[in-house]
């Protein structure tokens, strides 16, 4: 049986309150529904007993973490060295014109959220984007349409 | 330790990075993210130097000496490598102001990229002439770019009071994040994101009063370059003196240097190299004194109350009228108000003035009413402010240290974040709050009861409350715990109360106890006049026993009630409806030079560092002048030469009241009601000015006229900023706009107003929000 998921406030009252807390518990907050509000950084700060400002500047290091709410459907565009060089930035650029939303937002409609990575481990596939937990290969601008289609 | 820098044999005492053994050398090796009180960063790389023995080339800044280590700081390699170093570092900061292709005719023809007549130059850069990179780039003779440009277009963001900030120009040297987190321990700004998406600021798109800044100031001094700059004088260019001196806002009276150019006051920073102290000022010392002082809405000339109506006079004039209006009222029918925030030798002026020229027992000041004296006869009790740092448990309590007292907080908050305990009890979060390894905010009306539960501990009795069982410990134990008592208390209902048990505790236990004053320097004012308490003064001025009211730099009332003769001396102008007889305008702080008691234990000298504002004289020569008309010796001939050097301890007496005013406050059995309504009385003034309506930056943060509320109380009640909601309990209501801030907490509103909420039942008292629906 899968554990139940904890509330935010389960999940502060879970560390102590140390500095080294921090990582752990950012990605634990993120689990909970897939981004890090304004609250929670508050609610992170108070329990640590740091400041707000210091929790965003360490959550905002690192990719990993995303400050606004994730769509139905995540978006991944590989710009890793086989990907870009095979028009992945392209990709992502068409991306950004149809959904018309910058790497890192979610569109307005909650149906996608566009993000860049650096590489997804498959760059015999160049270039590579990927949706939720489905791998497209050799992609290119004109089977993006079709592509998005499948979701909704 | 030998070492050698630089073929030069030098004796090193103990352990210090290879930049401070060069700096205590004299050897001057480049740096730009470098700063004494800060931990080595290594972040600018232009400290480079070769080490034998070493691979690469490490950094000065990072790099401990050890014994027999030979180091070379200005190779050709080194300066080459330095040289690319800042093209890195100007490719991504706009560098016209080094090199333009007029820089050298541009000083003296002052010419212009626009196509008009006119000789502007280019001044687009607050720091010009006063900015690290420009000196480091001028001594290293770059004159061109060789890597292409990159401007990050980034909006300049100046919605902050006080300083603006243009990120564009930034090098990331991460000085003013560093000093505000590891010096301050205010950590409002961070890095955000990573590599050329850096920015610096609050967490997400807060502004700084949100993020808790308390303005003071330290991010805008160390900063190398004008990407930090201060709104009131960023296009004055460089102040041509610095002045010693020391603030006269509050009874801390800290050390302060004054910039002037052209004989005007252009700004304030805390004593040390500008560009390297940091200080320990509060926003009020570091931003607000220029201002006050050169505020437009100064009293410029003499002026009296002609029948037709007010006349400008001459200062021979109004001498004279003055002394005529001093001979009419005659013996004993004189009333003297005095403002705390003179210098010392103002007030032993002003001493032999009410004695011989007035001759007139009737001297007080509009802060000495009862709840001011009472504080200050505690606050009397404080250690100096340099053992706070020594304390082994910190009690603070009503302290509001968000824009007031940083000496105080700063020692505060170091000693807590080196593992000192630290309570805080009261309604108001400020800087020191997130330190506090507990914190307790009251009920209304139980201000006294926490106190009394506390002394019950004390004394053997086991208390349910385990914070206060902590707290009791604390004091029993230790030698030195201290209780740190904020102002705010002066407002607060049952403050009697509150003082009785403050004094119990300290009379059972050893605590020490730290109480600052808003006064700059009631203290001084005390010791050099025997002063009467204000009540009983107003109350004869009343009653019409008086038939002459002079008033220095104070303001007790806002109108007249009575027929008596007014002589008004200040800086700064009356209410409208007062219509003084005579009207004499006073220097200000910064305008004459004096003695500061203050609370550190030491006197300390203001020096001069502008002359007077337009025709306005310095309080010792209209009284020399008045006393001359007169018919009496002048002040100044009257005091010896060895008196006019004010030395010694200053003993304040404290005036003496009959009878205790207050009687037992009650504080409890209050109706229950979802918010908690704090108010407090400013305590920023300086004479009879309000600072925190005069200065507009400080209106912008201590909102005088609003209901300040928590964000998330505002979100459940779905206010927004700048919306009239009213407070109401069972018997008096009151319609005002909010102001969203995060240090309130939640369920909690707080005014500093406290005129306006006086039909309260009490302070704090509970109160039912709801918006005004139009």
């Given amino acids: 049986m899968k554990p139940k998921k904890l509330s935010f406030l389960e999940i502060l009252d879970s560390y102590s309150a140390e500095e080294s807390s921090l990582i752990p518990l950012l990605q634990d907050a993120q689990d909970e529904d897939g981004y890090i509000s304004p609250e929670k950084v508050e609610g992170i700060a108070q329990h640590l007993k740091i400041t707000e400002s210091q929790v965003y500047g360490v959550a905002s290091f690192y990719s990993q973490f995303r400050f606004t709410p994730p769509g139905r459907h995540s978006i991944s565009v590989c710009l890793g060295t086989a990907c870009h060089v095979s028009g992945g930035e392209t990709l992502l650029n068409t991306f950004e014109r149809d959904l018309e939303i910058s790497p890192g937002e979610c569109t307005p409609d909650g149906r996608f959220d566009l993000n860049r990575v650096a590489c997804l481990g498959c760059c015999a596939l160049a270039p590579v984007v990927k949706i939720d937990d489905d791998i497209y290969s050799k992609v290119n601008v004109i089977k993006l349409n079709d592509i998005i289609g499948l979701y909704e | ?774």
């Avoid at chain 2, 206060?468 to 209902?493: C, D, F």
Wanted: glycine share 6%.
């Fill in chain 2, 1 to 774: 330790m030998k070492i050698s820098i630089d073929n030069k044999s030098v004796e090193v005492s103990r352990q210090m990075t290879v930049l401070e053994a060069a700096d205590q050398n004299g050897i001057y090796i480049p740096r730009l993210c470098a700063h004494p009180e800060l931990i080595p960063y290594g972040g600018c790389r232009l400290c480079i130097v070769e080490i034998e023995g070493i691979k690469g080339y490490p950094t000065a800044c990072t790099a401990m000496v050890e014994d027999g280590m030979i180091i070379r700081t200005n190779t050709n390699m080194l300066q080459q490598m330095r040289r690319d170093l800042l093209q890195l570092i100007l490719s991504e900061h706009p560098a016209a102001c080094l090199l333009c292709d007029n820089i050298e005719g541009c000083s003296m023809f002052q010419e212009t990229i626009r196509k008009v007549g006119v000789t502007t130059g280019c001044r687009w850069c607050p720091k010009d002439k006063d900015c690290e990179l420009q000196r480091i780039v001028e001594s290293f003779d770059v004159h061109e770019l060789s890597l292409p440009g990159l401007y990050r277009d980034l909006p300049v963001e100046k919605y902050d009071p006080f300083f603006d900030r243009d990120y564009n120009l930034c090098i990331y040297c991460g000085r003013c994040v560093r000093i505000c987190n590891e010096y301050r321990k205010s950590s409002v700004i961070a890095f955000r994101q990573r590599g050329k998406f850096t920015t610096i600021g609050p967490s997400f798109d807060e502004n700084h009063i949100d993020a808790g800044c308390e303005f003071c100031g330290a991010c805008v001094s160390v900063c190398p370059t004008g990407a930090m700059s201060e709104k009131s004088r960023k296009w004055w260019g460089l102040p041509d003196t610095y002045t010693k001196s020391v603030c006269p806002l509050c009874s801390i009276n800290c050390d302060i240097q004054v910039l002037s150019l052209r004989d005007k006051i252009v700004g304030t920073l805390p004593p040390g190299k500008p560009h390297e102290a940091a200080g320990e000022l509060c926003v009020k010392g570091r931003f607000c004194l220029s201002e006050m002082v050169n505020r437009t809405k100064r009293i410029l000339e003499p002026s009296y109350l002609f029948p037709e109506g007010e006349g400008i006079i001459g200062w021979k004039e109004a001498f004279k009228r003055g002394a005529e209006l001093i001979k009419d009222a005659g013996k004993g029918k004189t009333a003297l108000y005095i403002s705390p925030y003179l210098s010392m030798e103002e007030y032993s002026a002003i001493a032999y003035f009410a004695r011989s020229v007035l001759k007139s027992s009737f001297v007080t000041s509009s802060c000495l009413d009862y709840n001011n004296t009472e504080y200050l006869r505690l606050s009397l009790r404080s250690i100096p402010l340099d053992k706070v740092r020594k304390s082994t448990s910190i009690i603070s309590l009503f302290l509001n240290g968000n824009y007031n007292y940083a000496p105080l907080t700063m020692a505060v908050k170091n000693a807590a974040s080196s593992g000192i305990p630290y309570y805080q009890i009261g309604w108001i979060r400020d800087s020191t709050s997130r330190f506090a390894t507990n914190s307790i905010v009251p009920e209304p009306g139980d201000q006294v009861r926490i106190l009394d539960d506390l002394i019950e501990s004390i004394k053997g009795k086991s208390t349910h409350d385990p914070v206060i069982h902590q707290l009791a410990e604390h004091l029993k134990n230790e030698e030195n715990a201290l209780i740190v008592i904020g102002p705010s208390l002066i407002s607060l209902s049952g403050m009697q109360q509150v003082l009785d048990r403050i004094n119990v505790i300290i009379d059972l236990t050893r605590s020490k106890i730290y109480a600052p004053n808003p006064y700059g320097n009631i203290k001084g004012m005390l010791s050099a006049n025997e002063m009467k308490p204000v009540e009983i003064i107003t109350e004869k001025v009343e009653k019409g026993d008086i038939a002459l009211v002079y008033l220095i730099g104070d303001m007790p009332f806002s109108e007249r009630s009575t027929d008596y003769k007014l002589i008004y001396q200040s800086a700064f102008p009356a209410p409208e409806n007062l219509r003084p007889d005579l009207v004499l305008p006073s220097a200000v702080w910064g305008e004459f030079q004096g003695t500061w008691p203050g609370m550190k234990g030491s006197t300390a000298r203001a020096r001069k560092a502008a002359k007077p504002h337009d025709y306005a004289k310095l309080n010792i020569d209209i009284i020399n002048s008045m006393s001359a008309y007169a018919g009496k010796k002048g002040v100044l001939e009257s005091m010896s030469k060895k008196n006019r050097k004010i030395t010694g301890k200053f003993i304040p007496h404290l005036p003496v009241r009959e009878s205790a005013l207050e009687n037992e406050e009650k504080l409890n059995g209050m109706e229950k009601l979802p918010f908690i309504l704090i108010s407090e009385r400013s305590p920023h003034t300086y004479m009879n000015l309000q600072l925190d309506r005069a200065v507009e930056g400080l209106n912008e943060l201590i909102s005088p006229c609003y209901l300040l509320i928590n964000h998330s109380d505002a979100r459940k009640l779905g206010i927004s900023g700048g919306e009239y909601v009213t407070i109401a309990d069972s018997e008096y209501e009151l319609t005002r706009p909010v102001k969203i801030r995060k240090n309130i907490p939640a369920g909690v509103i707080y005014i500093t107003d406290n005129k306006s909420v006086i039909g309260f039942k009490s302070n704090p008292c509970y109160v039912n929000l709801s918006r005004e629906h139009v």
